[in-house]
């Protein structure tokens, strides 16, 4: 049986007080069980105060976005060792925001994957098509390049120690769910792809479902053979929305 992961991405939202008053709401009402892990993905400025809050609870941190570089000239960025520092355990890569609005690529993002791993981060790489791919029947092709540029530049063994999710961009934000058969349909794919070459691994490796996930539909989407937990954006961001999803992981 795979674990649950609940995690919160909060994208660019909150203050110092926001973002504490949250973490508080949801390490008070942290369901009782297990079975499940919660998550929560803060802005950059906030990971070192978060980090501190949540100590000894059963949130764990992550980061939203890392650099492909160790360190140096690149102003800007931070380096997957920093998230480390400040108690990072996770981070997001290749998030569809950062694919689309930044123009990161399948390739960058496979090489932010292995500088999180070198540094003992777990990446959450993301894959999803968008509206028009889906509707061009292409879903498929889509998401194995950009799992495939991962695996083929890091090999499948990485996944011993990563997680996917799958956003299918139209239903990011959006309030449009991806229903629980068409998300499984996806996920069990992904899972094969990852079988083809290493089965053993691909029993073991987490995929979550983003895209709308809140607490009236994640029941109908945990309860999906493959799909493992929820990468959740909009119902993070209040503690109540994101401990409803917490409840329905611990129901499982
Ligand atoms: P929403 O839950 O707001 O659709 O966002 C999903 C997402 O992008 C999480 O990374």
Redesign the pocket.
Known sequence: MREILVAG?W?MNGSTAAGEALVDGIIAGVPEGSGFRLLVCPPFPYLASIATKISGSKVSLGAQNVSEHASGAFTGETASAMLKDVGCEYV?VG???RRAIYGETSEQVAAKFQAAQAAGLIPIL?VGETLDEREAGTTQNVIDEQLNAVLNAAGVDVFAAAII?Y?PVW????GKTATPEEAQDVHRHIRARVAERNSDLAEKVQILY????KGDNAPGLLSMPDIDGG??????LKANDFLAIAEAAAQI
């Open positions: 991405n994208k997001i998030h569809s925001e993301c999710a956003e239903a990011i934000g959006t983003g895209g709308s996930m990468l959740i954006g909009g119902a993070s």
